[in-house]
C-alpha cells in the first residue's frame, strides 16, 4: 500500500492511508500527551488533549482523530497548545477524585503523567466518595468519583456485544451508568480501557491472606504461565515463574501448578467430545467453554446456543477438582485444603463461585488473584529476595516444553490430539488464516479421513458474534470454535496490570522458561482423578437470567 | 424557459435559517450532483432554545408550505427518503396533521428524544435518527457528503423550507421571523425584511425601550449588544431578547446561560462538560474567577469538537467583554 510521508515538528515520518496522526506518532516514538487514546478503540476525542496545529491550516486538531496526509506539516508544541493542554487537563483532573496511592492505575497513569510534566500539584475540588460505588457482581467495582467521562469503558463494553455500561445524565451531567436490563459478562475490559483507574477488580487479597494465615489449612497454587512475563515489568527481572514459586511456597503454599496440565485434561476430553458430534447426524459446532467471560456472555446474550458449548469446565477449575480429589485420597481433610488460582482474568472470580462447578458440594478453586493483585500481594512480602531464592522447587509442578503459550496453542493442541486419536497419525504444520470480516478471528480447515473439520479461533466478542451470526445462517460453517472474550486473548485480560500504549509487547510470554515436573506425582494426580472424571470435568450450562446472578454465597 | 429551484434559491439569496446561516442553494447542489445511488433529506424542528417557538409559529400556521419545500427537495436532489425530525411538543402537536400531510410521500416523523440542546445539532440528528448516542460526528466529511447512513443528505431547518416553497411559488419577499422577547410591550413573533438592523426590528415591532438596556441577539448563544450597536444590517437575526441595563443581575443571567449550556451539551469534550459547569458554579456562588473564565473561554474556543463549544464561547466572550468589563459588574 502507498506510504504518505509527512513531518511531526520537523522530523520526517511516514503512515499509512487513514491513519491518524497520534497513531503515527507514538510508532515514532513521538509522545503525544492525551488521556483517552486507546489504540484498540475508535477514538473518543473526549479529553481534547492531544491537540497539535497543522501548517496553514486555522486552528488545533486533537491528533488521536485527524487522518494524515501527504506533506502535511503537524507541530505538537506551541505556547498556544500547552496552554489549553493545561485547561483541559485541570478542568479533567477538577471532577477526578484523586485517590492515587491506592489507584490500579499509578504506574501507568497518563493523568499522573500530564501532572508530572506541566508541574501541577494535585488537588482535588471535589470531594471522593460521593456517587456510590457499583460493584458488577463478585468480579468489579466501578467508582463513578474517578471517571472523567471519556467514555472508552462504553464503546469496549458496546464492542463486546455486551452494552452493560451506558451514560446518562444526570444533573446536567453524564455519567456512566450499569443498564438495567443487561448484565456484565465480567471480562474486564472497562478495567483495561479506563484512563483513570474508576475500574478495578474486586479484592481477593484479605480472603487469600486469611486462607494463608491459618497454618492448619493445606494451601495450593496455580497459575497459567501466561502472565510471568507481566509480573517482570511490574516487579522486576528477578521475577521469573521460579521465583514466584519459591515466593509463594515462602508465603506457605504447599504445592504449586501450572495449569497447563488443566489444559491437558480439557484437550482430551475435548477431543473425544469433537469425534462425538462429528459422528451426529444434525452436528453442532463445538464451543470451547475455557472463558468463563464468553460462557455468560452464551448464557445470558445467546441461549440459543448453550448446547453448542462444551460441557467441560475450564482448565483451572477442572485441575482445581483434580488436586482436591487426590488431596483427600491422600487423607487430608477436604475443608483444609484451598486452591488459590492466579489468572490475567477477572471472570473467574465470577466462575469459582457457580454452583454447578462444585463437585460433591466443594468449589474445586477458593480464590481467583488476578496477575495484579498477586503483583500487590508480593509487593506486601517482609521476606528479602535471597531469602526466597533458598526455597526449594520442591512440590513445584511447571510445564516446559509443552505449556500452553497462547490460546492459539490450545487450540492448535486440540486439534492435534483429535487428529491423533482418529487417524493415530501427528498432525503437522496446521496453519490459521485471518477470517474477512471477523475482528481477531484465524480458521483452518483439517482434512481427517476424507472429512472436512473448520476450526475458527476469535478473541473478542465483537468477532465472535460475528461467528454466531454466521453459524446461525449456516450451523455446518464451522466444526469447533474457541473464542476468549477479551480482544488480546487472556494475555490482554482484565486482571492484567495496565500498561502503557506503547509497551503492550511487554506483556508476551516468556521463551525460555525453565520448567520441570516430577512426572509419576502428576500421573498420581491425574489417575486418582480418572475414577470421578466426569464430576471433576463436566457441568451443564443453562439460560441465565439477570436475577439468577449464579453465584453461591461464600463458605 | 423556466428557471431550476436551485437557481430561484440563489438568485433569492437565500441562507440556511437554522443559524450557521450557509447558502442553501450550494448545499442543495452539492447533493444534487452527488452520483449516491441512496440520498436524504431532513427537515430539522429540533428548535432547541426553551423559549423560542419561532418554528413552532411556521409549523402552526404554515405547515403545507414546509412540507411543500421538503417535497420539492426529495424531487430536486434525488432522494428517496425525508426526515422530519421534531422536538417532543412539536411532534405531538403537528403530528397528526403531518401524516395527513404526508401520506403516500416518502416522509417519514421522528420524535427527538430528551437529550438536550445537542439533539438539535445536523450530525448529531443523523446519529439519533442512526440510534445511537445523542453526540456529534466529526466534520468533516460534511452530511452534503456523507450524511444519514453513509448517503449525502440535505438537511435544512422549518424555516428554510418555508422560504423554498415560497421562492417556488414566487411569493418570496426576502422576509424572516423574528422572536422578540424580554422586557418588551409586544413579545411575540414577527415577519419582517431579511437585513433589518435589530433597532429597526425593536421600532418596526413597537418595541423601542425608554429605559437603559441591551439586547442579546439568536438566544442564549447570542451575543450581547449595547444600544449604541445595534444600528447597523445583520444577517440571520432569529430572536431578540431586551434587558432592563438596571434591573438585570448578571450573575443569574450568566448562571441561566451556562445552566443551558451545562445541560445542553453531550458531555464529550472537555472543555464544554467541565467548563459551562464551573462558570454555572461561579455565577452560583456570584464570584468570577475572571483568570479562570478566559481560559475556559479560551480552551472552547480552540479545543471545542463541534460547533456548541464555539458558539458557547461566542457568547460567553460578549457577555463578559460588554457587562462584566475589566472584572467589575458593570451592570
Request: glycine share 8%.
Amino acid at each position: 500500500m502507498e506510504k504518505i510521508k509527512f513531518k511531526i515538528n520537523g522530523q520526517e515520518v511516514e503512515g499509512k492511508i487513514g491513519e491518524t496522526i497520534m497513531s503515527v506518532a507514538l510508532k515514532n516514538k513521538i509522545n503525544i500527551l492525551g488521556v483517552c487514546y486507546c489504540p484498540d478503540l475508535k477514538p473518543e476525542s473526549s479529553c481534547r488533549l492531544c491537540l497539535v496545529s497543522i501548517a496553514n491550516r486555522k486552528g488545533f486538531f486533537t491528533s488521536c482523530n485527524t487522518k494524515i496526509e501527504q506533506g502535511m506539516e503537524v507541530i505538537t508544541d506551541s505556547p498556544e497548545i500547552e496552554k489549553i493542554k493545561r485547561i483541559n487537563f485541570e478542568l479533567i483532573f477538577s471532577k477526578h477524585s484523586q485517590n492515587c496511592f491506592s489507584c490500579r492505575r499509578k504506574k501507568y497513569c497518563k493523568l499522573l503523567k500530564i501532572a508530572r510534566v506541566y508541574g501541577f500539584d494535585l488537588k482535588s475540588s471535589k470531594k471522593a466518595g460521593l456517587l456510590e460505588k457499583y460493584q458488577f457482581g463478585p468480579s468489579i467495582i466501578f467508582d463513578p468519583n474517578k471517571c472523567i467521562n471519556c467514555n472508552n469503558c462504553v464503546q469496549v463494553c458496546h464492542n463486546q456485544g455486551v452494552g452493560f455500561l451506558e451514560t446518562r445524565k444526570v444533573g446536567g451531567f453524564s455519567r456512566v451508568t450499569p443498564c438495567d436490563s443487561r448484565d456484565c459478562i465480567y471480562c474486564g475490559q472497562c478495567l483495561s480501557h479506563c484512563p483513570s483507574g474508576a475500574f478495578e477488580e474486586v479484592s481477593s487479597i484479605p480472603n487469600v491472606e486469611q486462607i494463608l494465615a491459618n497454618k492448619q489449612n493445606y494451601v495450593v497454587f496455580q497459575f497459567s504461565s501466561v502472565m510471568v512475563k507481566s509480573l517482570k515489568s511490574e516487579l522486576g527481572r528477578n521475577w521469573d515463574i521460579n521465583f514466584l514459586s519459591k515466593a509463594l511456597k515462602k508465603m506457605g503454599a504447599k504445592m504449586i501448578f501450572d495449569t497447563s496440565f488443566g489444559v491437558d485434561v480439557v484437550i482430551e476430553e475435548e477431543s473425544k467430545d469433537l469425534i462425538h458430534r462429528l459422528g451426529e447426524k444434525n452436528r453442532q459446532c463445538l464451543f470451547t467453554s475455557h472463558c468463563p467471560a464468553w460462557v455468560k456472555f452464551i448464557e445470558f446474550y445467546y441461549p440459543e446456543f448453550i448446547s453448542s458449548l462444551s460441557n467441560n469446565r475450564s482448565p483451572h477449575m477442572i485441575w482445581g477438582g483434580h488436586i482436591k480429589n487426590y488431596l483427600t485420597t491422600q487423607g487430608i481433610d477436604p475443608a483444609k485444603i484451598f486452591v488459590i488460582s492466579i489468572a490475567p482474568c477477572t471472570s473467574k472470580k465470577y466462575e469459582v463461585l457457580r454452583p454447578e462447578l462444585e463437585t460433591d458440594g466443594i468449589r474445586p478453586v477458593d480464590a481467583i488473584l488476578t496477575t495484579n493483585e498477586v503483583c500487590l500481594l508480593l509487593q506486601k512480602l517482609n521476606y528479602n529476595l535471597a531469602e526466597i531464592e533458598k526455597e526449594s522447587l520442591k512440590n513445584v509442578f511447571i510445564k516446559n516444553k509443552d505449556a500452553y503459550g497462547s490460546n492459539e496453542d490450545i487450540i492448535k493442541s486440540g486439534l492435534r490430539a483429535f487428529y491423533k486419536k482418529k487417524t493415530g497419525k501427528e498432525l503437522n504444520g496446521q496453519e490459521f488464516k485471518k477470517i474477512e470480516g471477523v475482528e481477531n478471528g484465524i480458521e483452518s480447515d483439517v482434512l481427517i479421513d476424507g472429512k472436512l473439520v473448520r476450526v475458527a479461533v476469535v478473541y473478542g466478542l465483537l468477532g465472535a458474534k460475528k461467528i454466531l451470526e454466521i453459524l446461525k445462517n449456516n450451523p455446518n460453517a464451522y466444526d469447533y470454535l474457541e473464542v476468549m472474550a477479551c480482544p488480546r486473548g487472556c494475555l490482554g485480560g482484565g486482571g492484567q496490570p495496565i500498561c502503557d500504549d506503547a509497551s503492550t509487547d511487554d506483556c508476551l510470554i516468556e521463551k525460555d522458561m525453565n520448567g520441570y515436573f516430577d512426572v509419576a506425582q502428576i500421573a498420581k494426580i491425574m489417575n486418582a482423578g480418572l475414577k470421578k472424571r466426569k464430576e471433576i470435568c463436566k457441568t451443564e450450562y443453562s439460560k441465565a437470567t439477570k436475577n439468577n446472578k449464579k453465584t453461591s454465597t461464600d463458605r | 424557459m423556466e428557471k431550476g429551484i436551485i437557481e430561484k434559491l440563489r438568485d433569492s439569496q437565500l441562507r440556511g435559517r437554522g443559524g450557521a446561516g450557509f447558502e442553501t442553494w450550494i448545499k442543495w447542489k452539492i447533493v444534487k450532483e452527488s452520483l449516491a445511488e441512496q440520498k436524504y433529506i431532513i427537515c430539522n424542528g429540533a428548535d432547541g432554545e426553551i423559549e423560542s417557538s419561532k418554528d413552532g409559529f411556521i409549523l402552526d400556521n404554515y405547515l403545507e408550505d414546509v412540507v411543500n419545500g421538503i417535497l420539492i427537495a426529495i424531487s430536486e436532489v434525488g432522494a428517496q427518503k425525508a426526515y422530519i425530525f421534531l422536538r417532543k411538543d412539536y411532534f405531538d402537536k403537528y403530528k397528526e396533521r403531518l401524516s395527513v400531510l404526508t401520506v403516500n410521500q416518502p416522509i417519514v416523523l421522528f420524535e427527538k428524544p430528551e437529550v438536550g440542546y445537542i439533539g438539535g445539532e445536523e450530525t448529531t440528528i443523523c446519529e439519533i435518527i442512526e440510534g445511537r448516542e445523542a453526540k456529534p460526528r466529526l466534520k468533516p466529511p460534511y452530511l452534503a457528503e456523507n450524511g444519514l447512513f453513509g448517503c449525502p443528505t440535505l438537511i435544512n431547518n422549518v424555516e428554510t423550507f418555508y422560504c423554498v416553497s415560497k421562492i417556488a411559488q414566487g411569493d418570496y419577499k426576502g422576509e424572516r421571523f423574528y422572536y422578540v422577547s424580554g422586557k418588551v410591550k409586544n413579545k411575540g413573533i414577527f415577519v419582517l425584511p431579511d437585513n433589518a438592523s435589530i433597532r429597526g426590528v425593536l421600532q418596526e415591532t413597537g418595541n423601542c425601550p425608554d429605559f437603559d438596556y441591551f439586547v442579546q441577539v439568536g438566544g442564549y448563544f447570542g451575543q450581547i449588544y449595547l444600544p449604541d450597536e445595534i444600528d447597523s444590517q445583520f444577517s440571520a437575526i432569529s430572536s431578540i431578547t431586551v434587558f432592563d441595563k438596571n434591573e438585570t443581575d448578571v450573575y443569574c443571567l450568566v448562571e441561566e446561560i451556562a445552566e443551558f449550556f451545562h445541560k445542553g451539551n453531550c458531555d464529550k469534550c472537555t472543555p464544554c462538560r467541565e467548563g459551562s459547569f464551573l462558570i454555572c458554579e461561579m455565577a452560583k456562588n456570584k464570584s468570577f474567577d475572571y483568570e479562570k473564565v478566559e481560559q475556559i473561554i479560551f480552551s472552547l474556543e480552540n479545543s471545542s469538537f463541534c460547533a456548541f463549544g464555539r458558539n458557547m464561547a461566542i457568547s460567553l466572550k460578549s457577555i463578559f467583554k460588554k457587562l462584566i468589563k475589566n472584572g467589575k459588574n458593570q451592570v
